[in-house]
């Protein structure tokens, strides 16, 4: 995708690998440095090493390190690590979403009109033909600012913004985030309302501003 790749990116998803191999041998994994392996395993690993390599040579520490499981087709496992932060927050079907230690939860903002909408590039939205229901959310919004790539769905899976949203994805860009939203109150998949990590556009939101947030970006574009 053009993005750049580092030693760091290739070491750390070697290691990973490593790790899950030596607990899951039989398990799948796919990576984005390596792709894919043992590809019959209902249980597939999905990594990205570093999830906004771009901010990780600039020296922006809003890069992650993202982790998932999915089981027969659903995300049932997540982690997502801000190492620059010191920002842990996890997720396993029915264990609830720990963020540092203590619940994340996603937050009560009643409307779109009192809610922060974070997004990645905002040119890329217009690249994939999305510049219309990206524009009619802003719009909408109480307010609207640029934290990219991960840190993004961080923020709305710990009630500190309410939308984010990708005009562009990959499922190990994402993986971790089914689950954590789900077990913080909140949605994440598709911008048509499927909870998923397999999407070329990806939304996060609170359930509370889900029908809303769709009803603008599906509108007539």
């Known amino acids: 995708d053009e993005s750049p790749v580092t030693i760091a990116d290739r070491s750390a998803e070697e290691l990973i690998r490593k790790r899950i191999g030596e607990t899951f041998g039989d398990h799948a994994i796919v990576g984005e440095e390596f792709g894919v392996e043992n590809r019959t ?21 809003l890069f992650a390190v993202l982790i ?16 620059a932060l010191d920002e842990l927050v996890v997720a396993g079907t029915g264990l609830g979403c720990p963020w540092n230690g203590r619940p994340a939860h996603v937050s009560g903002v009643p ?15 217009a690249e994939h033909g999305l510049a219309a229901p990206f524009q009619r959310l802003i719009e909408s919004a109480g307010h609207c600012a640029g934290w990219a790539d991960a840190y993004g769905y961080l923020l709305v899976a710990t009630g500190r913004a309410d939308v984010a949203l990708d005009p562009i994805m990959s499922p190990w860009d994402c993986a971790p985030f089914p689950v954590i939203l789900r077990e913080a109150g909140g949605y994440f998949g598709d911008w048509h309302g499927t909870e998923t990590m397999h999407t070329s556009s990806a939304l996060a939101t609170t359930q509370t501003l889900l029908p809303e947030v769709l009803h603008i970006i599906g509108a007539e574009r």
């Open 111 to 125: 409307s779109l009109g009192e809610g922060l909408v974070t997004h990645g590039n905002a040119a890329s939205f």
């Open 68 to 83: 998932g499981l999915e089981i027969d087709g659903r995300s049932e496992v997540g982690v997502a690590y801000f190492p």
């Open 41 to 61: 395993s209902s249980y597939r690993w999905f990594i990205d090493p570093i999830d906004g390599t771009r901010a990780f040579v600039r020296g922006v520490p």
